[in-house]
Nanobody, 124 residues
């Protein structure tokens, strides 16, 4: 079993920055990928970014490309999401998810484990 715990969310003004962390414990993978998703009230959960276990490949939703950066530190079993130039439409609960299978996939069903989420609120 893999446990994922997100942290780093909060309230920030538009144009500001936050860094989210996703710490993994338990049976961690030596392959696969980790993704960030978000869900705003009344909307479906959507893909934000993903990174392979090696960190060699990344993928971003068009809405965050150029503003968000995903990275990982495997010595700490932690994946990060650096979010810059935040906009009110970035407001959502952000979830990290881990997949044992290799592939940068945007579908929620691809991922095996999910965290509980962290709230990000961007005020205008």
């Amino acid at each position: 079993q893999v446990r994922l715990v997100e942290s780093g969310g909060g309230l920030v003004q538009a144009g500001g920055s936050l860094r989210l962390s996703c710490a993994a414990s338990g049976r961690t993978f030596s392959s696969g990928a980790t993704g960030w998703f978000r869900q705003a009230p009344g909307k479906e959960r959507e893909f934000v970014a993903a990174i392979t276990w090696t960190g060699g490949s990344t993928d971003y939703a068009d809405s965050v490309k150029g503003r968000f950066t995903i990275s990982r530190d495997n010595t700490k079993n932690t994946v990060y999401l650096q979010m810059n130039s935040l906009k009110p439409e970035d407001t959502a609960v952000y979830y990290c998810a881990a997949a044992a299978k290799l592939g940068l996939i945007r579908r929620t069903g691809w991922y095996d484990y999910w965290g509980q989420g962290t709230q990000v609120t961007v005020s205008s």
